[in-house]
């Protein structure tokens, strides 16, 4: 199979540069592959549930802000965040298609913008516009609400919040498909994920100047769908799963998480764990805000 770029692509990575910078956020480089990305073919229900739980915790909703409020009264933050999620599943089921796929890691990046009112409550929204380069297209969506009880409740010696969100990620990539569906003629599709998410996260973090280091649990329940198209009958699902070019899954799951940010003269930093739906998230935001 002819070798094809994923996320991680010359091409990608300067669409992503320049949408983030015309949105003003920070510009980062995304790590160059030139390995192909994933192939998907003969699905059972096993197989196509371990790959939306890993496609549902890398698109999560990942904002990397801690339980504390913005500001006493008012505070904003804007700023890029960004990150690699493992995918083992991904990537053993890509290489029984394409000895040369490598997909061990799938990347994630939104523009942030966060806004602190009085009574503790937080608005955030994570953003990547729509961008399609080559063979990929990819956007994502995710907002929050988070209230921090100390804003109310004074007496707590640390910070402590409820924050609920929802997201919403499309991604799209193209591959070579060679079997029964196809009449055995190599052909190339198209692969489209869906993904929706909602969950309700509980932080807390203690009340210290410029840092803040927080731990958080949660829960969240995504609707992931995968579906083929450039082709009238190819499908990568086997038959016990569906006869159709499209397939849905609903998992849910326990959520963990673990980060620090820091302040300096206005400028955010910030780095976080997530584990959620079995997969581990590595995240990093830079930000600016007062």
């Given at each position: 199979m002819k070798a094809r770029r994923f996320f991680f692509s010359k091409n990608l990575?300067?669409?992503?540069?320049?949408?983030?910078?015309?949105?003003?956020?920070?510009?980062?480089?995304?790590?160059?592959?030139?390995?192909?990305?994933?192939?998907?073919?003969?699905?059972?229900?096993?197989?196509?549930?371990?790959?939306?739980?890993?496609?549902?915790?890398?698109?999560?909703?990942?904002?990397?802000?801690g339980a504390g409020s913005l500001g006493d009264v008012f505070g904003f933050e804007i700023g890029l965040v960004g990150?690699?999620?493992?995918?083992?599943?991904?990537?053993s089921i890509s290489k029984s298609v394409d000895a040369s796929a490598d997909v061990g890691r799938l990347p994630h990046a939104s523009i942030l913008a966060a806004v602190s009112v009085p009574f503790g409550i937080t608005g955030e929204v994570l953003l990547f516009p729509s961008v399609e380069i080559?063979?990929?297209?990819?956007?994502?969506?995710?907002?929050?609400?988070?209230?921090?009880?100390?804003?109310?409740?004074?007496?707590?010696?640390?910070?402590?919040?409820?924050?609920?969100?929802?997201?919403?990620?499309?991604?799209?990539?193209?591959?070579?498909l060679q079997n029964v569906s196809t009449g055995?003629?190599?052909?190339?599709?198209?692969?489209?994920?869906d993904n929706s998410q909602f969950g309700l996260q509980l932080l807390a973090s203690p009340s210290l100047p410029f840092v803040e280091p927080y731990i958080g649990i949660g829960t969240v329940n995504a609707t992931g769908k995968l579906k083929v198209s450039g082709h009238p009958t190819g499908?990568?699902?086997?038959?016990?799963?569906?006869?159709?070019?499209?397939?849905?899954?609903?998992?849910?799951?326990?959520?963990?998480?673990?980060?620090?940010?820091?302040?300096?003269?206005?400028?955010?930093?910030?780095?976080?764990?997530?584990?959620?739906?079995?997969?581990?998230?590595?995240?990093?935001?830079?930000g600016f805000g007062f």
């Open positions: 990575t300067t669409s992503m540069t320049c949408t983030l910078a015309l949105a003003g956020a920070l510009i980062i480089g995304v790590p160059v592959s030139h390995a192909s990305g994933p192939a998907f073919d003969g699905l059972n229900k096993d197989k196509f549930d371990k790959v939306i739980r890993e496609l549902s915790g890398n698109s999560s909703y990942h904002s990397v802000t990150g690699l999620t493992s995918t083992p599943e991904i990537n080559g063979d990929v297209k990819y956007q994502q969506f995710g907002g929050a609400i988070k209230w921090t009880a100390n804003d109310v409740l004074p007496v707590l010696p640390f910070n402590l919040a409820v924050r609920a969100f929802v997201t919403q990620n499309e991604l799209s990539f193209k591959q070579k055995g003629i190599s052909t190339d599709v198209t692969v489209t994920q499908t990568i699902f086997d038959p016990t799963l569906t006869t159709s070019q499209s397939a849905e899954s609903s998992p849910s799951s326990f959520q963990f998480l673990a980060g620090v940010n820091a302040s300096l003269v206005g400028f955010k930093f910030g780095l976080e764990y997530s584990r959620v739906f079995e997969t581990d998230s590595f995240n990093f935001k830079l």
